[in-house]
């Protein structure tokens, strides 16, 4: 092909400048201009143009326009082709206004096929303008697809890094986000940012201020709505963290930019999203679940471990170290399970609830949350602390207190009132194991453990309160149980159902008085006084109880006892045989009691049986004017004092020292040596200190010992004795002597009776029994009540 003097080069040339051989020239004189073109019409008309626009997104890839073609061909030169002026460049698309959007996240795009038309850009309202059939013929399809190839494939290359170089609009931005490219649309966000801080746009237009602002404060709303969402759903989707890395590169992005580090408090609004999603994921399993609170407390409890536990085994390796995942996730679920229970705490409850909430705050919730074997590595409870506020903590303690004391206290005196119904019954054998004491002790033994196991502070004062309705109990109880016992004191007959009701009642004090014991204590600082009010009246319902049966067995053993030193005593067993058979008789009875008063039951009655043999010898009752009279009265006494001594052995008396009293008298008028007598007595001091004068100078006269110098020696050694502060101190049981009192004045008369007849002696001896006589019974008009024991 030759120059035609237009300035067009041959095809050949063109091969000669290296270039692409697409297509022939379509200016060729060869090439008809009046071919038809791929639509079926000539390309350069214009009504032909106007009829036949293609639609955007169709094959228009396929096909270039002249800019385009121009631009590619080898006829470019210089931004200047030779069929048309300068390439016109395409225009940068601006960013879209804000209203876009608003309407993408509303789910609607914006019919932007108007200003497609309007516009003079790429895809615009200007028609595409066809180009001409570049095919030299009908056949040179080869030809053909290699110059479709170069016009579909190198616009494409092209539009990428354009759309690299180009900054995105809002609604791109907006796509991003919701497509979770979440640190790609924040680079963006922060190039407009900048853009709204420089002051122009990439056009080089001004920038509207206000606009390009709410722009950037709806693209950050968006940004951080849709980072925690992923944040929700990472707790939620245990082990599928799906874009979780890009909400890390989000905040670490936003934290590296320059100025003020973290501009936007990113990580700030991360905690913030961690502890929504928490506390609704508290609430999800809480809302509408009807139940009671212990089982609300047995969901917190499994979610709270699960979760966790799969913070721990998930998370925690997908954030940084810096995040201290585990931490923020551990006190969103401190923080959400503590506002559950103080909410709880601030409803209407009963006594078992407050303890149940008391006792998760204490103990559960460290025991079974923070302490599983799972998660338990990295916890340390005292940086998280309690549950409740110190303030909630005491408001629910003493609410508990107050509501249980009262409660207390109205149930105890019921069991009061069932009691005494009860005493007014018939009782037999086998009611005398009574349940007074167990219900009574159940109403407050719940209380009494079950505070100290939710702390020492609260089990002190519950059991203070406890003590105190405990006391006030024991003090109605004793004033009933002196009615009681004031109503069978006309009671003349001896019966076994009023024997079991006193055995009933005192068995009810050894467990009153360890519960007590037990609840002081808890408190061992302030023990001895709330001790020592209990204990006063349980020793008073004891002492009752003991006098009132050692009266019916010693009115049992009193025609027994009458007998004792009498005239046939000497030479007749019937005293002692009936009184060891009575107390035979009531030891069967007497074990019913509980160990406590029994003791105390026995102990008393062995002492007052004793003064039943003491009594009559001190005052008096038998002289012994001979020695074969001492012989063989100190061998009837140390004869039943043996056997009382067996039966009293046999019933477990504690005071064995009283076994020891009668002996010692009898010694004391057999023996014959002053210096034996006097060890005697001293032995006797030293065990029963309450021991007096007129009591060794009645039994002297017993004996017949007269002589002044004699007496003076025996009655010093009672005096030295006394005098030593050591021997104060008895081993037996005190007051034993106190009760054996004197009903005559003991006269010595200052003759040397050793020298007088024995005619005198008996004389003497007559008219001193003939005194005591008439000064016994003018003390027996005085004193009706006492028993005469002389025959």
Known sequence: MTDNGGGVKTYHECLDWNMPVVAPNPFDEDTPLDRPSPEGGNPFFEEEREGKREPLGSDAKRRGTLEKIAGLSPFFKGGKGLLSGWGIAEKKRSRRRSEDVALLSQGRKKDTSIGEEESDGPGGGVKRLSFLWLGGSSGSGGTRSRR????????????????????????????????RELRSADRHIIELEAECDGGASPEGCLRSPGRQAKDVTLLYEALMKEMWAVVEESLINKGTHHKLDEVIGVILQEESREGSPDSKHMRGHWIQAIERSVSQRLKSNLEGKMGSLSSQADRIKRIAVEDLTAVKNHLVCSYPKDFEVFRIYLSAYHSGIADWLSTAAHRNLETNEIYFILDWNSNTYCRDVLSRPEISPLINPLELGALLSPETRSMLEQ????????????????????????????????????????????IMKPHVERAPAISKGFGIIMSQACLSSFSDFLLSLQKAVERFHAEQDGVTESSDSYIYRIINIVNCCPPFREFAIRM?????????????QVEKPLNRIINLGTKALCDLVLR????????????????????????????????????????????ATISELHRRVLLELVRPLVQGKIMCTTSKTRRKVSSKLKDEARQLGQIFSKLESPQTTLDQVIPRLAEILVLEDIPSIQMEVGMLISDFPDFRKHHLMAILDVRGLW???HRQEILGVLHDLQEVDGLTISRGRPGFFSEVTITRDTFCINVNISRASHLTRRTLSRLSRQGRSTQRSVSNSLKHGEEDTQL
């Open 556 to 599: 049992d053993l009193k025609p027994f006892s009458k007998k004792v030193l009498g005239r046939r005593w000497l030479t007749s067993s019937d005293a002692c045989e009936g009184m060891t058979a009575a107390l035979a008789e009531r030891g069967p009875s007497l074990r019913k009691m509980s160990h406590e008063p029994y003791q």
């Open 148 to 179: 479709e190839s170069m016009v579909e494939v190198v616009p494409e290359l092209e539009q990428e890094q354009e759309k690299v170089r180009e900054p995105l609009s809002v609604l791109e931005i907006l796509h991003l986000i919701q497509c």
């Open 399 to 442: 609410k508990c207190v107050n509501t249980v004391q009262l409660r207390v206290s109205q149930r105890l005196e019921e069991e009061l009132k069932t009691e005494q119904e009860h005493w007014k019954q018939e009782q037999k054998n086998e009611d005398i194991q009574s349940t007074f004491s167990s219900r009574v002790i159940q």
């Open 520 to 532: 002081t204590q808890i408190d061992s600082a302030k023990r001895d006084e709330p001790l020592k």
């Open 707 to 709: 002589d002044p110098n």
